[in-house]
């Protein structure tokens, strides 16, 4: 089964900074991965995934990934960040556990974006 | 058009009580998931139904089991309710079987244990 690890529990930074949230994945064959966010009391919400092809992908609201398969990693950035933005925020793998297509998860790691 | 729909939104529930929340999914989509959000931590497999039929489930004792219906929406049940079953209960839906395709989440049920 894969894992997946966020190496930052919290990351603050102010407006209109630049952000970097990290994600490195066991290895694989094949494998899918995605970006989902999370605001507060509410569900997730897909930022962006990749599934093959170009390794950088764009998402949503302004932030994109860029996947690294020699180092296992798929970084999350945005140039600009906004007041907005502060979440929390989960990359997660896809794959095939027997017969079960499941999303794993990582840790997580909270956005707080200040003046 | 509606996206995942979950009900209820919130519930309190007692010690060793039973409780069943329920998933619509969006419309044509055919699989479903159940995942398990603990306070601080990222979400965890329970299961996924496909086509009415379980294909798989995660490290979660037999309390908890699940159902898929004919219009393919589902229910999580929970048995014997402890408090560590206190979490946010997300459901996901995907278009057909397979880790490529997307995975749309609802809003999920806030489930406390007292």
Redesign the interface.
Known sequence: AQS?TQLDSQVPVFEEAPVELRCNYSSSV?V?L?W?VQYP??????LL?Y?SGSTLVKGINGFEAEFNKSQTSFHLRKPSVHISDTAEY?C?V???????????????TRLQVTL | DAG?T?SPTHLIKTRGQHVTLRCSPISGHK?V?W?QQVL??????IF?Y?EKEE????NFPDRFSARQFPNYSSELNVNALLLGDSALY?C?S?PL????????????T?LTVV
Do not use: H, I, M, W
């Not at chain 2, 079987?97 to 999920?108: H, R, V």
């Open positions: 997946v094949s899918y995605f989902y009391n509410q569900g997730l919400q897909l995934k599934l989960f997660a896809s794959e095939l556990d027997g017969t079960a297509s499941k999303l794993t998860f990582g840790t997580g | 995942v979950q699989s998931s995942y601080g931590q990222g979400p965890q497999f996924q496909y294909r798989g489930r995660g997300l996901a995907s079987q397979g880790p490529g395709y997307g995975y749309t989440f609802g809003s999920g806030r």
